[in-house]
């Protein structure tokens, strides 16, 4: 046991093994059905000879099982290679061939799909099963015997897939000690009593995002880890939610600002929420207009918050003794940086550290290591509360001028009859590029494209007025449901010119 990650999940899971521990379509599994299919998998990549250091692809789905694998490689201290189940088979396949894996560990019905037994040859092949809980090897790698297991702390706990929000999809290495910190610093951060002891925890988290997002992969180490139980949804729907918040009645709900969005838009019963203190909100931006209805409606305070994908989770949030000093004065922000977390702004030109209130590029440390660049650009203001106004990776350079596309976002999400919106940029051949912009209308509502870049002309310079804009039925999303920016330009199919 050689982290604190590793310390947990190797201890948690024996408490009580005949006590529930995830929920999934109204069956729950048990910690001891979560450990067997943990020991299974270590044992088989012990018989291999592959641990600390052995790169291990994990076919991620929102179940049990999958959990459960999760928790043996990492416990062998193996690094996860998070692979989308959720992609179509070609796009699996292609992904596993890429990656070359020391072994693939994936459900049976993985197994069956199309092309995916060949697709990373040479590999140790794990099955697993949720019903009852097994672990076999398919083919690959002959046994060589358990070896020791060196110190995992420096190493990599996970390569985590990112949501692809603005390019194609690629993988972060996250190291143990990442975890550890960010562990550690969400436990302090939310938790009013202090209360960190190892044991098995009477309340319920709901987690709805995937497993292959830093979110639900994050969210759910978290809650293993603090000993509590774990409804999880295969992806986030009104209904479900609805349906798991009635019978569990959390204390503490998470839900991305999409899906606060979805709740209000499903006119929900204020009595669902009559059991929930707080709501915490990631993972994109939270409009203002947004977390003020919710928290009207339902009676419950919402905390946004800040992370990267980069540090394994939170770096930054608001907590409920926050919400009630400083939400009436601080609407917009993210919150005070976790603790073990420091947060500085650097000028996007000289890359020194500006003064309060001034924009620049979001930098973060852990402890005593070094400044991590993000490609986020922030404020921070005198209160110590960050800001967050957007990508520096996002901005539309139009003729000379820098046009940020999380202004226009927000200008055009100020009109009532807009739900929700996104914006990128599209080459010109004579300003380099120019905004477009498609906008989702509220239920009900309605607006064209005429209304809306006349509206936004009233409250933008105009060059950050988009070139074109589009009213679609529903704006595309990553499995996270933030707005696709490459789902989003294929939506312009011919080149705009200004």
Known sequence: MNTLLQSRLRTIPTLDRDAPAIEH????????????????????????????????????????AVVGSLIGVLRAGATVVTVNGSSGDAGVAADLAEVTPDAVVALETDWRRTGFAGSAPGALGIEITHAPAEVRVRSGVAPAGPGPVPDARGGVAVEMLTSGTTGPPKRIPLSYRAFDETLTAAGEHYSSSGDDAVRLRTGVALVSSPLVHMSGLFRTLLNICQGRRIVLLERFRVPDFVDAV?????????????????????????????????????????????????????????????????????????NLALHREWAQLKRGSVGRAQRGRQIRITSLEDDGEVAPGVQGRIEVRTGTGDWVRTTDLGRLDADGFLYVDGRTDDVIVRGGFKVTPAVVVEALRSHPAVRDAGVTGLPDRRLGAVPVAAVELVRGASADSDDLLDYLRERLTRYQVPAKLIVVDELPRTASLKVSQPALRELFTEEVTA
Do not use: K
């Open 246 to 318: 009635r019978r569990h009645r959390p204390r503490a709900v998470s839900l991305v600002p999409s899906a606060l969005a979805m709740v209000l838009d499903a006119d929900v019963d204020p009595e669902v929420f009559a059991g929930v203190q707080v709501v915490t909100s990631g993972t994109a931006h939270l409009p203002v207009q947004v977390q003020e209805a919710f928290e009207q409606r339902y009676g419950v305070a919402v905390l946004p918050s800040y992370g990267a994908t980069e540090f394994a989770g939170g770096v930054a949030g608001w």
């Open 25 to 64: 379509c109204g069956e729950w599994t048990s910690w001891g059905a979560l450990d067997d299919i943990a020991c299974g998998v270590e044992a088989c990549l012990a018989e291999a000879g592959l641990g600390t250091g052995a790169r291990v692809a994990v076919v991620l789905h929102n179940r049990p």
